[in-house]
């Protein structure tokens, strides 16, 4: 069965327009989103990481608060930028934000999309070292953070204070965790890469690379190359693959003003380049909610996926994103179940 979860970046700016002026208003209307959208039957609130800019930033105090204010939907994000984390103190957030929702973090990690900073990760006091690029400083984080969750020893026993020099590890565990982490792949190859690492897949709307063939079928031969190495790298386990769409249902006046100008221009996929590689965008899906569930029924990666992440536009405000919602899980989910 496909589950549906909602994706915020968080926006916010005091502009003519915007529900979301101040970082506060976009914590506390996300907290809400998660809440309405758990009673709408809506299966997961994801949020976006990006730093230096007015988007959220600092997950783990949010994904606790929803998981806190909520008791079934999935909470995650999509996805962190391993570049600028401490591996270990990460591990200790992350274990403490699953543990207080009862398990249901769902964590996306990535080397990271551009940002506005130049090297931002270097401020934050990660360089990468002799020989290395940011993405291979990256992973490395990742490697040392996935070993801190599954429990490896990570410092060395202080004698005189526990009676022995074995090593410790990060506290608190948090059972299971190790198994919800996903990995965002902007390419065919990493999807590969992913599998190896035994990290589910999570796949966006834009693939760092471009063969010619519409969107949603690149990204579903991304998914086959993840799957086909997952089974060649001999796990046990039945791994999960998210992929995200812009989903914006025309459903009353209040709709059309703001996105029916935008159906015809973003119906089609868009080619670009992106952080020096030739990039392919995924198209809006932007019309009737049957229409839509029509549309989304012949996508080949929303075939192969088990999970979509809808991106909202969070600065139209709570209220409206909850009506978006509402009709996604009425009128266009039971098509893609």
Partial sequence: MTRIGFLSFGHWQAVPGSKVLTGQDSLLQTIELAVAAEELGVDGAFVRVHHFARQLASPFPLLAAIGAKTSRIEIGTGVIDMRYENPLYMAEDAAAADLISGGRLQLGISRGSPETALRGYESFGYVP????????MARHHAEVFRAAIAGA????ANPAMTGTTAPLSIQPQSPGLSDRIWWGSGTRATAEWTAQQGMNLMSSTLLTEDTGVPFDELQAEQIALFRSAWV????????????????LPIIDDETRHYFGLRA???????????????????????GEPDAIAAELAQDAAVAAADTVLVTVPNQ???EFNAKILGSIMRDIAPALR
């Fill in 129 to 136: 070292a002799d020989g290395e690029d940011d993405g291979t």
């Fill in 232 to 247: 060649a790298a001999g796990w046990e386990r039945e791994p999960r693959v998210s992929v995200s769409r812009s989903i």
């Fill in 153 to 156: 020893g990570v410092a060395q």
């Fill in 316 to 318: 139209l405000g709570v």
């Fill in 264 to 286: 015809q221009a973003d119906a089609k996929d868009q080619v670009g380049m992106l952080d020096g590689a030739l990039s392919r965008f995924g198209r809006s899906y932007i």
